[in-house]
């Protein structure tokens, strides 16, 4: 894979310039170290996104950084796309941007204030939405929808998370159970709920924190969707912390400087973002740690719909 990226470097005229092998995760991630600055070289996961669907993806993040996000700056190949292609691997580079990571999902490694954390991401977050709303889209964006269809339909984005392969029958009858059920309920809400393009996926692994400001990283999975599930996604994993009712107002809170949240839409969309886990994994079983990434998926999904089917007397 270093060879491809050394051939990658070429088209955007870093040639001779170092480069080290950073993350290797859905994409492999390469820091590319050159006199004019420091670069983020991505190989992208073979089949995951269309070209399109990439090229969109830098689109918006170019969109949202001239907006004034901490987000990372796509540059330009020598032929003035943002992507390209290389040895069959699509291919991006994007500026380095500093901060530390905040350990694993669920995890605010180096963060003294929690809530303090929270609500400066609430913040951030209602600012990621204004700027995506009121962007121009060019003419052939396309990302993924986690709408209804994407997220409770017959071919959900992540997979059919009811027949997950580790579901035992009753296990597999709840969560069919509650498929129906969140789908009955968000087919009352959807036209009301907030939508528009998100990140879909912001997670503790998915941000660096430099002690003042937080930096947004990977897009691989945003795209049109409630923003109330952009909140849940980060939420979900502090659900059992100790000061989880803290967290969940501080980041309430910070967004609504766009709008306030209300609580039983929020707690509908800690369920969907739960239940889509166990579909993610599922096509993910051969690779390293996949066991414990599912049982913990499994877990949660049922840990959640029994939760959300109390609240809701069911």
Same mark, same amino acid.
């Given at each position: 894979m270093l060879e491809?990226?050394?051939?990658?470097?070429?088209?955007?005229?870093?040639? %001779?310039?170092?480069?080290?092998?950073?993350?290797? $995760? +859905?994409?492999?991630?390469?820091?590319?170290?050159? =006199?004019?600055?420091?670069?983020?070289? $991505?190989?992208?996961? =073979?089949?995951?996104?269309?070209? #399109?669907?990439?090229?969109? +993806?830098?689109?918006?993040?170019?969109?949202?950084?001239?907006?004034?996000?901490?987000?990372?700056?796509?540059?330009?190949?020598?032929?003035?796309?943002?992507? #390209? $292609?290389?040895?069959?691997?699509?291919?991006?580079?994007?500026?380095?941007?500093?901060?530390?990571?905040? %350990? $694993? #999902? %669920?995890?605010?490694q180096g963060v003294a204030d929690r809530p303090g954390f929270c609500h400066a991401l609430g913040v951030a977050m209602a600012r990621m939405h204004d700027i995506s709303d009121a962007w121009v889209r060019p003419e052939g964006f396309t990302r993924p929808a986690w709408d209804r269809a994407g997220l409770l339909g017959e071919a959900p984005l992540w997979g059919r998370f009811w027949e997950h392969p580790h579901l035992g029958a009753s296990e597999r009858a709840l969560l069919s159970r509650v498929r129906a059920a969140a789908d009955d309920v968000l087919s009352r809400v959807e036209g009301e709920a907030e939508y528009g393009l998100i990140h879909a996926d912001l997670i503790s692994e998915n941000m660096l924190w430099d002690g003042a400001r937080i930096y947004l990283i990977d897009f691989d999975d945003g795209g049109f969707g409630f923003r109330d599930f952009e909140l849940a996604t980060f939420l979900l994993r502090f659900e059992d912390a100790p000061d989880h009712a803290e967290l969940r107002a501080a980041l309430c809170d910070g967004y609504a400087a766009r709008r306030r949240v209300r609580a039983a839409d929020l707690d509908l969309f800690l369920l969907l973002r739960a239940l889509t886990y166990p579909g993610w994994i599922a096509d993910r079983l051969g690779e390293p740690g996949a066991a414990e990434r599912s049982e913990r998926a499994v877990t949660t999904a049922l840990r959640s719909a029994w939760r959300w089917l109390d609240r809701m007397g069911g």
């Open positions: 491809i990226a050394q051939e990658a470097a070429r088209h955007w005229g870093l040639e %001779g310039a170092g480069i080290a092998l950073a993350a290797r $995760r +859905e994409n492999v991630v390469y820091r590319v170290s050159a =006199p004019g600055g420091e670069y983020a070289l $991505r190989l992208h996961r =073979p089949g995951y996104r269309s070209d #399109a669907e990439l090229t969109s +993806e830098l689109q918006w993040m170019a969109a949202l950084a001239a907006g004034g996000l901490d987000v990372p700056v796509p540059l330009a190949a020598r032929d003035g796309r943002f992507m #390209a $292609r290389v040895a069959g691997h699509q291919v991006d580079v994007l500026s380095w941007v500093p901060g530390a990571a905040l %350990g $694993r #999902a %669920g995890e605010l």
